[in-house]
Structures are given as structure tokens and as C-alpha cells.
């Protein structure tokens, strides 16, 4: 069975950094993509963005493009969310998909506890 566990979250404010880590068991960790999503309070869950097995292809969501970079450590099975710029919209939980497979977060029907990002003006 997959598991996740996210780490890193926290409060900081507009214009600051973070960076989330997610380490994976339960699969054969650079066979597979993965994801972040993320679910701000009120609002449906939605795709920030995904990176292939060997890390060199890379997605975005258009409002963290820029800003966010995901990376991976196939070595520590663990995929990275570093986020630059941080905006009071960015607040959400930050959840970690393994494997990834589509931006559609109705694809999925198993999330971890995901990781609060709160981002004061």
C-alpha cells in the first residue's frame, strides 16, 4: 500500500518561502510521477504540479508558475515543493499524490494528511 507523509508547512508571510517534502513508501519510487495539490479553505482541491520519474519533466498550475518549483530525490523517496513568493492565496493544505497521473484530483481516492501553508499579508 502507498503511504505519504508531507512535512514542512507553516506560517509565514507574503513574499516569504517554504519548502514541503513528501517521502513515499509502498512503490518503486523513480518508476513513477508524482504530484502536489493543494485545498484552500472553501474551495475544491486543485492541481500545483508534478514532476516525471527521472525528474526532468516538470508541471505547473499557471498561478504557481514561476514561483513554486517541484523537485525529487529518488535516492530519499521523497518529492519537494519549494515555494518562492508566497501569496495570502497560496493558503492552503498541500497534499503529496503518489503516483501522479492526471491534474484532476478526482482521479484519486486516497490523500495523506496533507500539510498547512498559511501565508499572512
Known amino acids: 500500500q502507498v503511504q505519504v507523509e508531507e512535512s514542512g508547512g507553516g506560517l509565514v508571510q507574503a513574499g516569504g518561502s517554504l519548502r514541503l517534502s513528501c517521502e513515499v513508501s509502498g512503490l518503486t519510487f523513480s518508476n513513477y510521477a508524482m504530484g502536489w495539490f493543494r485545498q484552500a479553505p472553501g474551495k475544491e482541491r486543485e492541481f500545483v504540479a508534478a514532476?516525471?520519474?527521472?525528474?526532468?519533466?516538470?508541471y505547473y498550475a499557471g498561478s504557481v508558475k514561476g514561483r513554486f518549483t517541484i523537485s525529487r530525490d529518488n535516492a530519499k523517496n521523497t518529492v519537494y515543493l519549494q515555494m518562492n513568493s508566497l501569496e495570502p492565496e497560496d493558503t492552503a493544505v498541500y497534499y503529496c499524490?503518489?503516483?501522479?497521473?492526471?491534474?484532476?484530483?478526482?482521479?484519486?481516492?486516497?490523500w495523506g494528511q496533507g500539510t498547512q501553508v498559511t501565508v499572512s499579508s
Open positions: 514532476i516525471g520519474g527521472g525528474g526532468l519533466s516538470t
Open positions: 499524490i503518489a503516483p501522479y497521473s492526471a491534474p484532476d484530483p478526482y482521479a484519486y481516492d486516497s
